[in-house]
């Protein structure tokens, strides 16, 4: 079975930085691919980074590209997600995944964080 778990969410005001943290537990992530997810209210789910674990490959939304950065610990077995310069648009549940590499969706799913950015 394997785990993931978020923390590091909270309230802040634009301009802020928050870093989530996403810690994986229950087998070896070495063959998973890792991702950042979100939601706000009455929104579709949407992509906001992945990377491998191993760090062989990035993608970034467009609408956070420069300004977020996913990188990972693998002595921690943790990802992380740095969000600088946050605006108000990016207030939502935020939740990390994780895909197995031979796998076509993605498998395993944290709780969530929630992310407020007031104006």
């Known amino acids: 079975q394997v785990q993931l778990v978020e923390s590091g969410g909270g309230l802040v005001q634009a301009g802020g930085s928050l870093r989530l943290s996403c810690a994986a537990s229950?087998?070896?992530?070495?063959?998973?691919?890792m991702g950042w997810f979100r939601q706000a209210p009455g929104k579709d789910r949407e992509v906001v980074a992945t990377k491998s674990w191993t760090g062989g490959s990035t993608y970034y939304a467009d609408s956070v590209k420069g300004r977020y950065t996913i990188s990972r610990d693998n002595a921690k077995n943790t990802v992380y997600l740095q969000m600088n310069s946050l605006k108000p648009e990016d207030t939502a549940v935020y939740y990390c995944?994780?895909?197995?590499?031979?796998?076509?969706?993605?498998?395993?799913w944290g709780q969530g964080t929630q992310v407020t950015v007031s104006s």
């Open positions: 229950g087998r070896t992530f070495s063959t998973f691919y």
């Open positions: 995944a994780a895909q197995a590499l031979t796998s076509g969706s993605w498998d395993y």
